[in-house]
């Protein structure tokens, strides 16, 4: 079974499911899978099925294509302002993962990159292939690792 959230032509997350198993590959290989506000909405969505679904025994996060995430959507970044800030758009999101009843593994199979490192960061547990890269290259924006990268 595959189920699709968020994104109007293309699915941002697909949703495969096998045994009480969840692949959730997130699907926006072009901007190599960057957190923007639909990006995060349909990890909500997805995060919300699941926290309520008693067969679920595991959830497994990829990306697709060549980055697990490469951070924020830094086009929508660079307009948020302080308000934005203190809703903690993304910290709220790492939360609401890693408080699932079930263990979430992060399939890290390229760039992890800031907000990107921070979402396998929230998983239980974390499986880098040979092409893994991690960082948190916030600093170079003058801004720090605020949702979960500091500790």
Request: proline share 3%; hydrophobic share 45%.
């Amino acid at each position: 079974m595959v189920q699709e959230y968020g994104g109007d032509s293309t699915p941002l997350l697909l949703q495969e499911r096998r045994d009480g198993v969840a692949l959730w590959t997130l699907n926006r290989p072009d901007k190599l899978n960057s957190l923007d506000q639909a990006m995060v909405d349909a990890l909500h969505g997805a995060i919300a099925d699941a926290a309520s679904d008693a067969s679920l025994r595991c959830v497994i996060l990829t990306g697709a294509g060549r980055a697990f995430v490469a951070g924020a959507d830094i086009a929508q970044l660079r307009e948020r302002r302080h308000e934005d800030a203190l809703k903690a758009i993304n910290s709220g999101l790492f939360d609401a993962l890693a408080r699932l009843p079930m263990p979430t593994i992060a399939a890290i199979n390229g760039f992890a990159l800031g907000g990107g490192c921070e979402l396998a960061i929230a998983c239980d547990l974390r499986v880098a292939s040979e092409r893994a890269k991690f960082g948190q290259p916030e600093v170079g924006l003058g801004i720090m690792a605020a949702a979960g990268g500091t500790y």
